[in-house]
């Protein structure tokens, strides 16, 4: 579990529900749906695109983004089509370790539908207030590119919008399923010795989180389950505390998109199931082509050692390689498994169908 969790871990707010949540532009809901291109039959809708652009929901047009700009990215998307595919030609998607990954990222799929639910409903921004940003932002950086400056542009308008929505729903979410911490409870750790693990620190409607519970997290995100020597996590009450209360939150919000609909039938919950098993399959075939046969000797580490010797210096002094080598080997490792990976694509590239809507992207 330890390495499932380090691999694809739940992303909660911050990373999985707030990341890439920013708009420009508007269109019509047909234009989303439409197909900008399709990877072996596979389409992938305009919606898709500006998402990876930075739309949430993909509620708004971007047209202040250069179409080469988009070009890039619907590559990016198609090469993770690419890989998904491949997956489940080689039964990935039937191990174990795939199913895992999907059952502890069910209630992450729940929540993200039910926000893209809530910003198709909410969140307005008009190409007027893009274009006003964009010239505030060349204004502040002469040397910033359209692209770049329409997708910060996009950040800053919409940035305190979108938090207001999240905030809003998981208020909303807490007050509907009696979400809440027990005070007292979770006051007695760090006082108490031994706090039974059967303590309930909190509820959401009639689910209980125990103690237990928060300890068996905190033992997934120590490093190798906590070493020895190392001070006991779960005795701290404020990390407690933290855990808890993003424990609390997303069981909250997982129970409260069911109450609004989004159930294993609806089709909120599908698309972003489908999406959810695409990247666990990207993820897998990333690992599985990256780490086949992508060695580093010690002579690349000594020679890597030597290209960046100028830059491996601490208070004056060089810093010897025996106290940076594996940082080096991984690095290493990384760089070569991206281009292993990137040749892999290229190698499915050439076997696959690939068709491109060259009058949609203007639109996306």
């Known amino acids: 579990m330890n390495r499932l969790q380090r691999k694809f871990p739940i992303l909660l707010l911050a990373a999985g529900i707030a990341g890439g949540m920013f708009v420009a532009g508007c269109s019509s809901k047909d234009m989303r749906q439409e197909t900008v291109a399709t990877v072996n039959g596979d389409p992938i809708k305009v919606s898709e695109l500006r998402e990876f652009l930075g739309v949430p929901a993909g509620v708004f047009a971007v047209p202040e983004i250069p179409v080469e700009r988009k070009k890039e990215a619907l590559d990016q998307l198609e090469a993770g089509r690419l890989l998904a595919q491949e997956g489940r030609s080689l ?19 729940r929540i993200k539908a039910l926000l893209r639910k809530e910003i198709e409903g909410k969140l307005k921004v008009t190409d007027e207030e893009i274009k006003a940003e964009i010239a505030k932002v060349k204004e502040a950086n002469k040397e910033i590119s359209d692209a770049d400056a329409a997708m910060r542009a996009v950040k ?21 399923t009696g979400a809440a911490v027990d005070p007292e ?3 007695r750790i760090g006082k108490e010795k031994d706090v039974p693990d059967n303590v309930v620190l909190a509820s959401v409607g009639d689910e209980k989180i125990l103690y237990g519970d928060v300890k068996k ?17 779960s005795k701290n009450p404020a990390l407690v505390g933290n855990i808890l209360e993003r424990e609390l939150t997303m069981r909250a919000l997982a129970a409260y998109a069911k109450k609004q609909g989004v159930d294993d039938g609806s089709e909120r919950y599908k698309s972003m199931r489908q999406e959810m ?29 030597a290209e960046h010797s100028a830059t491996l210096v601490r208070d004056g002094k060089k810093i ?3 106290l ?9 490792r990384n760089e070569k498994g991206k281009k292993v990976v990137d040749a892999h694509i290229a190698e499915l590239r050439k076997k696959a169908k ?3 809507n060259d009058a949609v992207l203007p639109k996306v």
């Not at 997290?217 to 996590?233: C, E, H, K």
């Not at 990247?279 to 992508?294: C, H, P, Q, S, Y």
């Not at 940076?324 to 290493?332: D, F």
């Open 324 to 332: 940076v080598k594996e940082q080096i080997r991984a690095a290493l």
């Open 185 to 187: 409870a979770v006051a």
């Open 217 to 233: 997290i905190l033992l997934g995100l120590s490093q190798g389950g906590g070493a020895q020597g190392q001070p006991d996590l």
């Open 156 to 176: 800053s308008v919409s940035g305190s919008r979108v938090q207001k929505i999240q905030e809003d729903l998981i208020a909303a979410a807490k007050k509907e």
């Open 320 to 322: 010897p390689l025996a």
């Open 354 to 356: 690939i068709t491109v």
């Open 277 to 305: 098993e695409r990247f666990v399959l990207r993820g897998l075939m990333i690992e599985n082509v990256a780490t086949k046969n992508v060695e580093v000797t010690d002579n690349e580490i000594e020679a890597a050692y």
């Open 91 to 109: 039964g990935l998607d039937n191990t174990p370790e795939f199913k895992e990954i999907l059952q502890q990222n069910d209630p992450l799929v």
